[in-house]
């Protein structure tokens, strides 16, 4: 397979896991694990989204970081090399065409929560949150909704901050944003841990979110724990393989999977614990509130405690932070292709992916207005169809797909130069859990993804 360019590694220390995590953490930890751990229960269904990081999310991202890693190109052409390799059917190549068409899938309707979260940071920084009810916060949140206009300048903006830093390089535009992005997102967050300590229901929260009732554990929860566990990871879909490649030879996979997975499970857990912290102590306010959680639950809290202009706006700059690191992964994978495989200029490819993915947006904008009654696929509106697809069908897919890969087509020989600064314990687990337990794992959610029947 052609590859006109030559891959850029990131020298310095800690790049490869700042962006890792950086793609891992984002609306998946602060918007959807807080308020599915409210829905689900607390600490029954914190317990079983940890133990699907450790069997299914933490081999599966080793597996796509040795496969971009031992290929040193982006997902579409290291699946190809790869299966040349390997002397092993083209067909697995689907897993590159997949991933780049699942970014694009995803990041279309991420930027637009994503650009929710810039309309909130505004409102935050000028005071509106200031004395919100529960009704008031509703309102406020519907209005958001029905404005067309207004969703989709934020969308726009989203998007055009995303296409800049790919548009900028690997080096210069993923590595030197990674690098600033990412101490801030923690700073912020300790800041609000610290807020949460002082000024929240602390213990409260943390009751709610670590203690543990049997009766919880149920094997809907249990679906959606290993669903999540995916997503939050960005596995299934090549954004980790793209950033493998640019990883150095020298560093141990192992040992940064556990410190990407750890850190993203910490920024859920902490989010959460302040998340919960803040809202226990705002009288009237519950909460197992579902999506409206972050949009219209926490201003209210915000709103009505002391110095809450500055941790709502300290909270949306954190959201927007994490939220900008992943949607640069989205794309990436697509980039890398356009660039390496026909030399296109970056700047041309990530406007050119940008603006599909941008117009792809539109129909999940008019989703929460326009076209709210008209169903796309399944009876859903285009918004919750593009969710459905991208996380119930095509990361689940892309993971069974990389586990099997890996798990049963790459020989050692192919592996064995890449593993070599793995520790022995590691590898005589690894193996076995990738072809064993996550693909039948990944196989479940997705049959039950496709056919909720089986609940
Ligand atoms: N992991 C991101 C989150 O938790 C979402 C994501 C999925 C990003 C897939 C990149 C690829 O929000
Ligand atoms: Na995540």
């Known amino acids: 397979m052609k590859r006109l360019k030559q891959h850029v590694i990131w020298g310095q220390r800690g790049s490869f896991i700042l962006a890792a995590t950086g793609s891992a953490v984002g609306l998946g930890n602060i918007w959807k694990f807080p308020y599915i751990t409210g829905e689900n229960g607390g600490g029954a269904f914190v317990l ?3 133990c699907c990081i450790l069997l299914i999310g933490m081999p599966i991202m080793m597996a796509e970081i040795l496969m971009g890693r031992r290929a040193r190109a982006n997902p579409i052409l290291a699946t190809a090399e790869l299966c040349e390799a390997a002397k092993v059917s083209k067909g697995w190549t689907i897993i590159g065409w997949m991933g780049a068409l699942a970014g694009l899938v995803i990041l279309s309707f991420y930027t637009v929560i994503a650009g929710w979260t810039l309309e909130y940071l505004s409102g935050a920084l000028q005071g509106q ?6 009704e008031s916060s509703q309102a406020l949140f519907d209005g958001l909704l029905a404005n067309t206009d207004q969703m989709l300048q934020w969308h726009t903006l ?5 296409v800049v830093i790919l ?7 993923l590595e030197s944003s990674v690098r600033f992005m990412m101490p801030m997102l923690f700073v912020l967050l300790l800041v609000l841990l610290g807020y949460a300590m002082m000024e929240g229901e602390f213990v409260t929260s943390l009751r709610f979110m670590f203690s543990f009732n049997p009766q919880d554990l149920s094997w809907e929860a249990a679906l959606i724990a290993m669903g999540h566990s995916f997503f939050t990871l960005s596995l299934g879909m090549g954004a980790i393989m793209a950033y ?3 990883m150095p030879s020298n560093q141990s ?7 990407v997975a750890l850190l993203d499970a910490l920024v859920a857990l902490v989010a959460g614990v302040a998340i919960f912290a803040f809202v226990f102590a705002t009288p009237g306010i519950s909460a197992g509130s579902g999506p409206g959680l972050m949009f219209v639950t926490l201003p209210v809290a915000f709103g009505n405690m002391s110095a809450g202009l500055v941790v709502g706006s300290v909270f949306f700059v954190m959201v927007m932070l994490a939220a900008w690191t992943s949607t640069i992964s989205l794309l ?3 980039v890398a292709y356009l660039n390496e495989r026909f030399g296109l200029h970056r700047v041309l490819a990530s406007l050119l992916l940008g603006m599909i993915a941008w117009t792809m947006g539109l129909g ?6 326009d076209w709210a009654e008209k169903p796309f696929l399944w009876g859903k509106t285009w918004f919750d169809s593009m969710d459905f697809i991208a996380t119930n069908i095509m990361l689940p897919l892309g993971g069974v797909l990389i586990a099997l890969f890996v798990g049963w087509k790459l020989r050692d020989e192919h592996l064995l130069h890449e593993l070599k600064y793995e520790s022995s314990w590691l590898l005589r687990w690894w193996r076995p859990v990738l072809r064993y337990i996550s693909p039948v794992a990944v196989l479940i959610v997705l049959i039950n993804g496709i056919f909720p029947v089986l609940r």
């Open 158 to 162: 989203f998007t055009a901050m995303t």
């Open 244 to 246: 493998g490649a640019y």
């Open 129 to 134: 949150f200031d004395g919100l009810t529960g």
């Open 167 to 173: 548009a900028l390089g690997v080096s210069r535009g």
């Open 48 to 50: 079983m989204y940890l």
């Open 332 to 334: 990436e994978p697509g």
């Open 253 to 259: 996979v192992g040992h940064t999977v556990m410190m």
């Open 364 to 369: 999940s904008i008019w989703s929460f207005n």
